[in-house]
């Protein structure tokens, strides 16, 4: 076993509600090394029927985004974890003032950061010929200020350890049908490189993960059938595979890692 030296730390995760996601997995990794673990998530409505959620594809997708957090919450108590849940918006500037205030208040410190909380159009509107300026606004109000937002406060509150860990896709540089989406990707990854050089400074590396096709309840069999070609490994990516990375990242280990965008996605639109 790898001691990734992160017990005692205070790990802060965007986006957790989904209990199939990436914020879910990355939350339970930390907990089993023994960090405190400060959950992040808002409620994205969107339709879904009930009748098909019991199976992989967007009606489960959606439904899980539209609740709480409690599912992830019973697993991080299986654990006996330490752990405070907030409901919030981090593209609210106020809010985001809140959530590290409540933090830091219940922990003391915040120590890692992992800005996984993002969100994309369900209707189709994210092409040359149909987005919208609600499209435009709504992504990078999420995927970029959010995430600017909470790395702002958190070198504010900066302590002596930090990590920042983003999560971007790996067709972040050429995402055609989704183009809003992925330039608020690409538009993280560029920010991860300028911030590490800012924040090099204090000890504080900046970091990205970039996920291939990954089960996080959305991918029906259909999508899966016809994803597993492009991907060398054969499968679909887990986001386990993805919080493993997450933890290096955060670890002391990784102390002279910064700058870097690294792709979790099986060999994956490289």
């Not at 539209?66 to 809010?95: C, H, W």
């Not at 920010?191 to 993960?209: D, F, P, W």
């Not at 990954?214 to 492009?230: F, K």
């Amino acid at each position: 076993m790898v001691d990734y030296g992160l017990k005692g730390k205070v790990v802060l995760i965007t986006g957790t509600n989904n209990p199939q996601g990436i914020g879910a997995a990355t939350a339970l990794a930390f907990a089993r090394e023994g960090a405190d673990v400060v959950l992040v998530y808002k409620k994205v409505l969107r339709k879904f029927d009930d009748n098909k959620a019991d199976r992989n594809g967007a009606d489960r997708y959606y439904k899980a985004n539209s609740g709480d957090s409690s599912a992830v919450e019973a697993m991080l108590r299986e654990l006996n974890a330490r752990f405070i849940v907030l409901e919030n918006d981090i593209s609210d500037e106020k809010q985001v003032t809140v959530i590290f205030k409540v933090a830091i208040e219940r922990f003391g410190k915040v120590d890692v950061l992992v800005n996984n909380a993002a969100t994309d159009d369900e209707n189709g509107n994210d092409t040359i010929e149909t987005v919208t300026k609600d499209v435009i606004d709504n992504t990078f109000s999420v995927n970029v200020r959010g995430s600017l937002l909470m790395t702002r406060e958190f070198i504010r509150n900066r302590g002596d350890y930090g990590r920042i860990i983003n999560i971007s896709t790996d067709s972040a540089l050429i995402f055609a049908g989704q183009i809003t989406y992925g330039a608020s990707k690409a538009t993280l990854e560029a920010l991860t490189r300028s911030i590490a050089m800012e924040v090099g400074k204090y000890g504080i590396t900046v970091n990205c993960v970039a996920p291939g096709p990954t089960q996080t309840g959305w991918i029906d069999e259909a999508l899966e059938e016809a994803v597993i070609p492009l991907i060398p490994m054969g499968k679909l990516i887990q986001p386990e595979d993805v919080a493993n990375t997450i933890l290096f990242l955060a670890s002391e280990q990784a102390k002279m890692v910064t700058g870097q965008v690294i792709k979790v996605s099986g060999g994956h639109a490289l």
